[in-house]
Each structure stands twice: as C-alpha cells, then as structure tokens.
C-alpha cells in the first residue's frame, strides 16, 4: 500500500461550510491547497490547527477596496490595508484604480503589483480606471496579469477618474470582454444639485444631493450600453430599491453588489450620529431602500458583498460638509458585521458565505478561490459564531484609525485567517511575513494558463 502523503496543515474538528452544506470534517491542506475532507483523524500533517467550537468558511474575497498607495499614503498604503483585510478574516482583495495616479495605464498596474510585492499581507488585483485617454486600450488593460478587470466612474468621487458621456462609455464598453466594474451615479446631475449640498452644510442632505435618481440614471444608462454591446457589467454599491427593480430584468448582463455598511446604517440617523463620518458614494439612504436592500440579499439577486473600504484621515473626514470627502473604512469589519446579521437571523450563514466567497470567485472569474473543496486554494475564514465583542477605533489596522462601527456590538467574530495554507491571522494578531500573491482570473489567461 502506498503511504498516504502527509499534510502541511488540518484543519480539524470545525464545521465547515461547503457547496455539499454545512458539516462537521477535518479539512486536509497540501502545497497550499485543499486536498481532503472528512476524517483525518489518523493522518500525519506537520501542524494542526484546532478548529472544535468554530466555523470554517472559504476564504472572504473583498472585491472592491481603496487603498490609496501611490499618492495617498497618509490615509492608507498596501501593507496597512492588507493587515486590516486579514485581522478583518479576508484572504483576497480588489483594489480600485483612482489612486494618485490613477491606474489608467499598464505602468501604473505594474507598479502597484511591485509594491505590493513582499508587502500584502492578502491576495490582491488591481483594477484599472476607465479614463479619457485610455479608453482604447482598455481591451488590452484588462488582460494583464493581476488586473481585476477595468472600473467605470460615471460620476465623480474621490480623486480624478471620470468618463460621464454615453458615447465614450460606449466606446469603453465596446472594447474588451471582461465584466467591467460600475460606480453608477449621473454626473449631470450630480453637477445640477450641488448647491443642495452647499446650501445645507451638514452630511443629512447627501442623499438630497445624491439622489435616488442620480443613481437611477446612470444605471439605466449603463444597463442599456450594456446591452447593446452585449457586455457583462457589475454595478458596485447599489444603494436604491428603484435600481434593484431594473437590474433584476437585467441579470443576464448585470451582477450587483451591496455593501455592508448600506445593510447597516440608515438614514438620517447615521448622518445625526455619525456626521461626515456616514458620508460616501452613493449615500447611505433611507429605511425604504434599506428593506430592499436587505429583500435583494435574502431572494438571490445580490451577488456580492464588497466593503468599498475606502479610507480618509478623520481630520479630513471633520472638514465641513461639502468639503470632507466620501468614503468610510470597511475591510476589517465586514465579517464581524455580517456575522452579526447573520446572528440576528437576517440572513443565512451559507447565504453570507455566497456573496463573500463563491459569489466573487463567479462574478469575476476568480481561478482557484471561492470554495472549500478539493483541488481549490486553501484559503480559510475561521469564526466563532458566538463571540460577543465590541468593534473599536483602537483594534483598526486602517492607518486612518477610525471606523463608523466603533462601540457597536456584534455576536461573531473572525478569529483566524489561512492564506493558501498558511495561517496569517490568529486570534487578532497577524502571524508571518507578508506573503499575499497576485489573483488570477480565467477570463484574463492565455489558453494554456487556464489549462495549467
Ligand atoms: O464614498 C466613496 N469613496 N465612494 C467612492 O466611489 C470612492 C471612495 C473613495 O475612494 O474615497
């Protein structure tokens, strides 16, 4: 009989979410990846990790983050985000391209793939900004190694990316195959209202400003380009019941992604409360749009969960409103938070395990992630779903050193993290060097890649 190969690491005694359900196996890791299921008790493995009284989820893909390196290394950098991704139980990210400069260009994307080398802590890819000067070349663009695939801002944010008029998105949708990622507000009217925001000087009218029909707009917009060219969009941070509607006549186009933090907090409350801290793009809404929000989640129609982690100092953040930027941190606390809803019943925790892990891995082709199943990269969110903590301003990674979630109980925690077969968290402490690779992605390889 041949002597059954040793395992690197075992995953032992957890109940383990997998695409056959929710059981209770050993997970048996080999080279970084997952290579059994079911009882290893007897096998010999060179570590163990103890997993009794946990759940172990597929590793939590974070597909839309900002994390300001180059350009805006005070607010965040590669090794500073990436730490909060994995304290936060997230294996891999997605990083967006409006960076200071933006990623518009392959020497930009190359550059952000060397600095992350040897400095990320979590797999990572970078998408590249669709922007007036490149929008040609973007079929190229989206097939380089470590790319992400191509983000759309139509309507300004933060920092300079912006491509508003139909016909020169028309001309980015029409270049290329891969799904492009959307930021859908209606620049027009973005520019119209301003003066709401001016005149009211406090972050409550953000969603005055902001509108539902701004965001309405430019996703019909995009929907009927979409369409016409028959390509795949991803419309990232859907924040109106009256878009869901749309999109939900649309999904043989159009994936959709919600965040936790529009799951979470409700407006005006947030703004009373919070101040500029609730401000981002698009706002945070009212109750109306949450419900929604939350019936998307719970029918199917969602498909991912992205925290557009996207720090800014809180001396920024305390400029006046209009001046203080949008955006709030996320990474770290996307797990807790869901775990939370998950505790209070507002959704399954297979269905949470969908949009973080399987939901990605789908939506962008994400090769190797996604699943606990064999031959897949053993990458683990271990939690305990009972744990009662308390999210606090001090635990943050994020060099902005705030959340809007400080003080807020939760019922659920990460508490490790394994990284293609390695554990890189553990019990709120980063373990290891940095170690977090680029991801790859089917729709991006050559034929022999993909075949590899
Ligand atoms: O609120 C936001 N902040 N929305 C975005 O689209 C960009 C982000 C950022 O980068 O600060």
């Not at 996320?330 to 949009?355: F, I, K, N, W, Y």
Request: glycine content about 10%; aromatic content about 4%.
């Amino acid at each position: 009989m041949t002597p059954t190969l040793p395992f690197d690491l075992v995953v032992r005694g957890g109940t383990v979410v997998t695409p056959g359900g929710t059981v209770a196996t050993d997970v048996g890791i080999r080279e970084g990846k997952i290579v059994a299921l079911g009882d290893l008790g007897a096998a010999t493995t060179a570590a163990t990790f103890e997993a009794r009284g946990l759940h172990v989820l597929p590793g939590v893909i974070d597909s839309q983050v900002h994390f300001r390196e180059p350009g805006g290394l005070h607010k965040e950098d590669l090794a500073t985000g990436s730490t909060a991704a994995v304290l936060g139980g997230v294996t891999a990210v997605m990083e967006m391209p409006n960076t200071e400069p933006p990623t518009t260009t392959a020497a930009a994307l190359t550059e952000k793939l060397t600095l992350a080398r040897g400095r990320v802590r979590c797999d990572i890819a970078f998408y590249v900004g669709g922007a007036l000067d490149n929008l040609d070349d973007l079929d190229d663009l989206e097939r380089l190694p470590g790319c992400a695939g191509v983000k759309i801002f139509m309507g300004s944010s933060t920092g300079r990316l912006l491509v508003e008029h139909d016909e020169r998105l028309a001309q980015a949708l029409s270049r290329g195959h891969r799904r492009v990622a959307i930021h859908a507000e209606d620049e027009l009217r973005l520019r119209e209202r301003r003066h709401l925001a001016a005149e009211a000087a406090h972050p409550r009218a953000h969603p005055v400003w902001r509108d539902a029909e701004t965001a309405l707009t430019a996703t019909w917009r995009i929907l009927a380009l979409a369409r016409r060219f028959g390509r795949p969009i991803h419309v990232l941070h859907v924040s109106t019941a009256e878009e869901l509607e749309v999109l939900a006549m649309c999904k043989d186009l159009a994936t959709i992604e919600v965040t936790p933090q529009h799951l979470t907090l409700e407006a005006p409350d947030c703004y009373e409360r919070l101040g500029t801290l609730a401000q981002m793009n698009p706002p945070i809404r009212d109750g109306r749009h949450r419900e929604a929000l939350w019936a998307a989640v719970r029918s199917g129609l969602v498909d991912v969960l992205g925290s557009d982690h996207a720090p800014h100092t809180a001396d920024e953040k305390h400029r006046p409103y209009p001046q203080s930027p949008s955006g709030m941190p996320g990474v770290q606390t996307l797990v807790p938070l869901m775990l939370d809803h998950v505790a209070a019943g507002r959704l399954s925790l297979e269905r949470l395990v969908d949009l973080t892990s399987a939901g990605p891995a789908r939506v962008f082709g994400i090769a190797g992630k996604g699943r606990v199943a064999p031959g897949f990269d053993a990458d683990l969110t271990i939690v305990d779903l009972a744990a009662r903590r308390t999210i606090r301003n001090g635990e943050q990674a994020t060099r902005c050193g705030w959340t809007p979630f400080d003080g807020t109980k939760v019922v659920g925690w990460p508490m490790a993290t394994v990284l293609r077969g390695k554990v890189v968290m553990r019990d709120g402490q980063v373990v290891g060097e940095p170690g977090g690779r680029p991801l790859r992605f089917i729709d991006a390889m050559p034929p022999s890649a993909a075949v590899e």
